[in-house]
């Protein structure tokens, strides 16, 4: 066969010159990007010559510890260039991804593909290692990165999701699952459809490079086909490691979601002072292509793939959730409740993350239910109930109140699955779950372990008055109505010792409100116990005849606030109710609201 035709730097330049032209026709046509193309150009030109020049020494010596240092610079290189290309980040995040690129090469290109496929003798050949690595590096920091930034976008725009499924006592991993599954798939896309056309829309690079350097066309695909697998092989084992990392790293140790640790702090002074000449050279042509307007030099453009932009770091700023407000929540007995069934929780300020200067969620709190009673918890939006309830359910991360029991047992003596498999938190997410409420179901049936949960769920839907065929249909073809009411179902099903309710009939008429209290009220008969936070003053009076009604005021307006009669006019014994059970003395309390 031929030689390789070789190509010197004036042949080279004469394609430079139609790169110039297409920025020239960028330029002309105004389409605001000509920069990035040329700063992307002479990158590649110096990048790639660099590599050329260091390789040749590389390749020459053929020493195995310089090879093995190159793939570990590579790795290094790789680590910090996946770090930089994500939209939001965690402590810890540049370390994991070393880690899954480490355990990536050593795992599938060292010992699979060099050990069992190729056999090189001597093992330690540099035109192998450095260029199959490097393969798999660059196309698994694709994947990797993508599955991190999905990953992290599924977190905090699903929170709600991973929390309906934790308050089942799903662990950390089991609620993350569906999600996971999700990142995988789409990660792995650009993998499988370049698999998919190689050989048919195009020859890939490496067949390319083969036949071009004269070797047989049959081999040179052989080669292809088998760097394929390995970078297949590689990107799913990196991004798999990369999220199982991660799901680690996004949990406490009572696996509760901690989406605060998400950050989207700049990160552009590292990777400004790795680039410093393309920078100011990019900075340079969009002051030009601005027409030389004072300060356009400095501007940050969000076409640069090596600098994070300002314009995405603003965009993810939303991906961390704002701090609840403090709020207070003051209850006032005849005497202490002493049955070994009371739900208790008491903390004098429990902060965000448990940071000694972080923002109050909780403040002066003092609370407790017994069996057979409701507490229902009334007050504006925003003041805090819906935390209050989350802290019950042991939901808010690396939150420790002073007390936090359930039958005389503390929440710290227990797992937090377990505890979650006891006190059932129910909010009805806010987009659509994946599945259907008959998934959701078999889910919660497997964790509470009740096998019959389904059918029974199914007869409270008859009593409803619901079709049982709304079951078996996706979230997302379902009112909120019907959702809400599903997901009680399941809740009441799934025979837990408490229920933790999230505005449970915010969307139902009065008829299916009714049915709902109906039902809530059995569940009380059996011993159950049950915190409600609604908006309604009459259904806090219609459930404030089981227990007691606690108003809940934002902290700033507590001071402002006049001490005021219990919201239940009368003892729950002394209305006309039937098939009541009469709650132990203690669960009547006087409510009221006191200055801090």
């Not at 027409?291 to 400095?298: C, L, M, N, Q, V």
């Not at 009604?549 to 219990?566: C, I, L, S, T, Y």
Request: one cysteine or more.
């Amino acid at each position: 066969m031929a030689e390789l035709m070789e190509l010197g730097p004036d042949r080279v330049s004469i394609m430079c010159g139609f790169v110039l032209l297409v920025v020239t026709a960028i330029f002309a046509a105004k389409l605001e990007f000509a920069d990035v193309l040329l700063v992307a150009a002479l990158r590649c030109l110096a990048q790639l010559a660099l590599l050329g020049l260091v390789l040749e020494e590389v390749f020459a010596l053929d020493e195995p510890t310089l090879v093995f240092g190159y793939i570990v610079c590579m790795i290094l290189l790789a680590s910090r260039e996946g770090f930089a290309r994500t939209k939001v980040y965690y402590r810890g995040m540049l370390l994991n991804m070393l880690l899954a690129f480490l355990v990536s090469i050593a795992s599938v290109g060292l010992l699979g593909g060099f050990v069992l496929v190729l056999r090189p003798d001597p093992f330690i050949q540099a035109r192998y290692l450095i260029p199959i690595c490097g393969m798999m590096l660059g196309n698994g920091l694709t994947g990797l990165t993508l599955a991190t930034d999905l990953f992290t976008a599924h977190l905090t725009e699903k929170t709600d999701h991973v929390e309906a499924l934790l308050a089942y006592g799903a662990g950390p991993w089991l609620a993350m699952r569906p999600g996971i599954r999700s990142v995988l798939k789409r990660s792995m896309l650009p993998t499988i459809n370049q698999m998919s056309v190689a050989g048919l829309v195009s020859i890939p690079g490496m067949m390319t490079g083969q036949v071009l350097g004269g070797s047989p066309p049959l081999q040179a695909a052989l080669y292809q086909v088998f760097i394929f697998y390995l970078i297949t092989t590689g990107t799913f084992a990196s991004s798999s490691l990369m999220l199982f990392l991660s799901a680690r790293a996004l949990t406490d140790r009572r696996g509760r979601l901690v989406v605060a640790k998400l950050r989207t702090e700049q990160r552009i002074k590292i990777a400004e002072a790795v680039l410093v000449p393309f920078i100011k050279l990019k900075n340079y042509v969009s002051w030009r292509c601005c027409g030389g307007k004072a300060g356009t030099p400095d501007k940050k453009l969000k076409h640069d793939p090596a600098v994070k932009a300002d314009t995405d770091v603003a965009g993810a700023e939303a991906a961390r959730p704002p701090p609840s407000p403090q709020c207070l929540v003051q209850l006032q007995r005849e005497q202490a409740p002493d049955s070994p069934g009371t739900l208790r929780f008491r903390t004098a300020a429990l902060r965000e993350g448990g940071r000694e200067r972080g923002p109050v969620l909780l403040r002066d709190v003092d609370f407790s239910v017994c069996n057979g009673c409701v507490a229902t918890l009334l007050g504006p939006s925003g003041c805090g109930k819906s935390t209050l309830l989350r802290a019950l359910a042991d939901l808010l991360p690396n939150a420790s109140p002073e007390e936090l029991s359930l039958e005389g047992k503390p929440a710290s003596g227990m797992r937090g699955r377990s505890w979650r498999q006891k006190v059932r938190y129910v909010a009805v997410p806010k987009a659509p779950m994946e599945g259907s409420a008959r998934d959701l179901a078999a889910q919660a049936a497997r964790l509470a372990g009740v096998p019959n949960l389904q059918r029974t769920a199914e007869g409270l839907m008859l009593d409803w008055g619901m079709d049982p065929q709304l079951f078996t249909k996706p979230w997302n073809q379902l009112s909120t109505g019907q959702t809400q009411r599903l997901f009680l179902c399941i809740a009441l099903a799934s025979n837990p010792s408490v229920l933790l309710l999230d505005e449970p009939t915010s969307a139902l008429d009065d008829t299916a409100t009714a049915h709902v209290e109906a039902s809530l009220r059995s569940f009380l008969q059996r011993g159950g116990t049950a915190v409600v936070v609604t908006h309604s003053r009459a259904q806090a009076d219609r459930l404030g005849r089981f227990g007691g009604v606690w108003e809940v005021k934002p902290a700033e307006d507590a001071g402002e606030a006049e001490p005021f009669e219990p919201v239940v006019p009368q003892r729950w014994w002394e209305g006309q109710l039937q098939n009541s059970l009469k709650p132990p003395p203690a669960c009547i309390p006087r409510c009221s609201a006191q200055q801090l």
